[in-house]
C-alpha cells in the first residue's frame, strides 16, 4: 500500500503561485490515481483535482479549474498541484489522496490519505 507526503505548503502573498508535492512511498504508487482536497478552517473538506494513475487524464472542481493543474511523475513516485493567483480564499490544510479506483476518488472517498501542508495567503 502507498503512503503519502505532502510538502510544499507556506505563507505566500495574494497572487502569488505555489507548487505541493505528494510523494508517495511503498510500491506500486503507478496503481494509483490521486487527488488533492483541502479543508479551510470550519470549513468541509474540498475537493480540488484528481489526476488517473497514467497521467493522462485530469478532473477539476469548477472553482479552481483553469487556475490550479494537478500532475504527476510516475518515476519520481510524485505527485503535483501547482496553484496560480492564489487569494486569501485560498488558505486551508492541503490534503493529497489516493486509490486504485478511480470512481471512489471522483465520490471523495479515497482510502489512503497524506497528513496535510498548510497554505496561508495574505493580503
Keep these: 500500500q502507498v503512503q503519502l507526503t505532502e510538502s510544499g505548503g507556506r505563507s505566500v502573498q495574494a497572487g502569488t503561485s505555489l507548487r505541493l ?3 508517495g512511498s511503498g510500491q506500486f504508487f503507478t496503481d494509483y490515481n490521486v487527488a488533492w482536497f483541502r479543508q479551510a478552517p470550519g ?4 475537493f480540488l483535482a484528481a489526476i488517473n494513475w497514467a497521467g493522462d487524464y485530469e478532473h477539476y472542481e ?3 479549474k483553469g487556475r490550479f493543474f494537478i500532475s ?12 496560480n493567483s492564489l487569494s486569501p ?4 490544510v492541503y490534503y493529497c489522496a489516493a486509490d486504485d479506483n478511480w470512481g471512489r476518488i471522483l465520490a471523495a472517498l479515497p482510502r489512503t490519505w497524506g497528513r496535510g501542508t498548510q497554505v496561508t495567503v495574505s493580503s
Design 89 to 92: 480564499e485560498d488558505t486551508a
Design 72 to 83: 504527476r511523475a510516475n518515476a519520481e513516485k510524485t505527485a503535483y498541484l501547482q496553484m
Design 62 to 64: 469548477t472553482s479552481v
Design 43 to 46: 470549513k468541509e473538506r474540498e
Design 21 to 23: 508535492s505528494c510523494a
